[in-house]
């Protein structure tokens, strides 16, 4: 290793622009950056760790697991199992539940950060990541999120990318959007329904956020409306006395997928009913052959589909505009509305750094 940090420095020391005011203060690490402080960044740094190999964690928030932290709402739970989302080395607290809360998800990952002494760098976002062909090395350049900060120039042999599928919100254009009047927020800024009781809520999207949203809306009181634009497998979170998703990968390791897709598409059947009948139409593709083709992940029933059925919650088609105060439908139905939540989903930022 000590060879390796000077070879580094030999191979940097005449580089016009290290330290000078014409460029970023630069670092020589021994170990390789991991971009990203949420539970993957964490597992490898610990990975690492555990076999003597040193690595610096950039986070662009303030905390660990920012997602988690700073933009999810208060009844978050795991959706799957607790044995399928624990970080290598370190199982959950046995007295933690099946499905821990968002709050013990957090505790969890903190502890697992302090166990293995990661220190990572906080409110630093990389902007730019780069190998140079001349050094062999890669260059990593970070700024001040807020701005106003010394850039860095991070010289190192590897570079980890861990900002996962959820960097950043999406948030689609809509028509009319500026002259609604009423709040529209996205799913990473709603916390609770506790401050929409009373109202018309229209909440844009129907995959996992969206069908829980509109749940936690009916638990305060509150009458949401749920866009459904496209076909959406919903399954129930428990089926045959086991999770879903365990059974699913037990089932996988036997049969072949389309065969497990049948069954599990039988039992929901059986369990849940035609969720056609309630606007809710299933893809043509089974919900694991969907998920491995396009990414599109099953919703696991939490008791959505319920209030779905009672009409507590009403399934609409899609927007066509905005107009102040209401909604114009793709059916060309209009109705009034308090406020509108965007459970539009996230996607990665790598491609924007990552050079």
């Given at each position: 290793?000590e060879?390796y940090?000077?070879?580094?420095?030999?191979?940097?020391?005449?580089?016009?622009?290290?330290n000078?005011?014409?460029g970023?203060?630069?670092?020589?690490?021994l170990?390789?950056?991991?971009?990203g402080?949420?539970?993957?960044?964490?597992?490898?740094?610990?990975?690492l760790?555990?076999?003597?190999?040193?690595?610096?964690?950039i986070?662009?928030?303030?905390?660990?697991?920012?997602?988690w932290?700073l933009?999810?709402y208060?009844?978050?739970?795991?959706?799957?199992?607790?044995q399928?989302?624990?970080l290598?080395?370190?199982p959950?607290?046995a007295?933690?539940?099946?499905?821990p809360?968002?709050?013990?998800?957090?505790?969890?990952?903190?502890?697992?950060?302090?166990?293995?002494?990661?220190?990572?760098v906080?409110?630093?976002?990389?902007?730019?990541?780069?190998?140079d062909?001349?050094?062999?090395?890669?260059?990593?350049?970070?700024?001040?999120?807020?701005?106003g900060?010394?850039?860095?120039?991070?010289?190192?042999r590897?570079?980890?990318?861990?900002?996962?599928?959820?960097?950043?919100?999406?948030?689609?254009?809509?028509?009319?959007v500026?002259?609604?009047?009423?709040?529209?927020?996205?799913?990473?800024?709603?916390?609770?329904?506790?401050?929409?009781?009373?109202?018309?809520?229209?909440?844009?999207?129907?995959?996992?956020?969206?069908?829980?949203?509109?749940l936690?809306?009916?638990n305060?009181?509150?009458?949401?409306?749920l866009?459904?634009?496209?076909?959406v497998?919903?399954?129930?979170r428990?089926?045959?006395g086991?999770?879903?998703f365990?059974?699913?990968?037990?089932?996988?390791?036997?049969?072949?997928?389309s065969l497990?897709d049948r069954?599990?598409?039988?039992?929901?059947?059986?369990?849940?009913?035609?969720?056609?009948?309630f606007?809710l139409?299933r893809?043509?593709?089974?919900?694991?052959?969907l998920?491995?083709l396009?990414?599109?992940?099953?919703?696991?029933?939490?008791?959505?589909?319920?209030?779905?059925?009672?009409?507590?919650?009403?399934?609409?088609?899609g927007?066509?505009r905005?107009?102040?105060?209401?909604v114009?439908?793709?059916?060309g139905?209009?109705?009034k509305f308090?406020?509108?939540?965007?459970?539009?989903?996230?996607?990665?930022?790598?491609?924007?750094?990552?050079?």
């Amino acid at each position: 290793m000590e060879d390796y940090f000077r070879e580094i420095e030999g191979k940097t020391a005449h580089d016009p622009y290290r330290n000078t005011n014409f460029g970023p203060r630069t670092k020589c690490l021994l170990g390789p950056v991991i971009v990203g402080a949420g539970p993957s960044g964490l597992a490898v740094a610990a990975c690492l760790r555990a076999r003597g190999v040193p690595s610096t964690v950039i986070e662009r928030s303030n905390c660990i697991a920012s997602l988690w932290q700073l933009k999810t709402y208060d009844r978050l739970k795991l959706h799957l199992p607790k044995q399928f989302c624990e970080l290598p080395l370190v199982p959950f607290p046995a007295e933690f539940p099946t499905y821990p809360s968002k709050q013990q998800f957090i505790k969890y990952l903190e502890d697992y950060a302090n166990r293995f002494e990661i220190r990572p760098v906080f409110n630093q976002k990389v902007v730019r990541a780069e190998f140079d062909g001349k050094l062999k090395m890669w260059r990593v350049r970070t700024a001040a999120e807020q701005g106003g900060g010394e850039e860095v120039e991070y010289v190192c042999r590897w570079v980890i990318a861990a900002t996962g599928e959820n960097a950043e919100a999406v948030v689609p254009p809509i028509e009319g959007v500026e002259g609604f009047g009423g709040d529209v927020v996205h799913t990473s800024g709603y916390k609770s329904g506790c401050i929409y009781e009373g109202k018309k809520v229209l909440v844009v999207g129907c995959g996992n956020s969206g069908m829980e949203v509109c749940l936690d809306l009916c638990n305060h009181n509150a009458s949401p409306s749920l866009v459904v634009r496209d076909t959406v497998h919903i399954l129930p979170r428990e089926m045959l006395g086991r999770s879903t998703f365990g059974l699913s990968m037990w089932l996988l390791k036997w049969l072949p997928m389309s065969l497990v897709d049948r069954i599990l598409l039988i039992v929901s059947r059986i369990i849940l009913g035609d969720t056609g009948r309630f606007g809710l139409d299933r893809p043509q593709l089974g919900p694991l052959e969907l998920k491995n083709l396009s990414g599109k992940t099953p919703v696991l029933d939490v008791g959505t589909l319920d209030k779905i059925k009672s009409g507590d919650i009403k399934v609409c088609p899609g927007i066509k505009r905005l107009r102040h105060q209401s909604v114009e439908f793709d059916d060309g139905r209009r109705e009034k509305f308090d406020a509108i939540i965007l459970a539009t989903g996230y996607k990665s930022n790598v491609p924007s750094w990552l050079k």
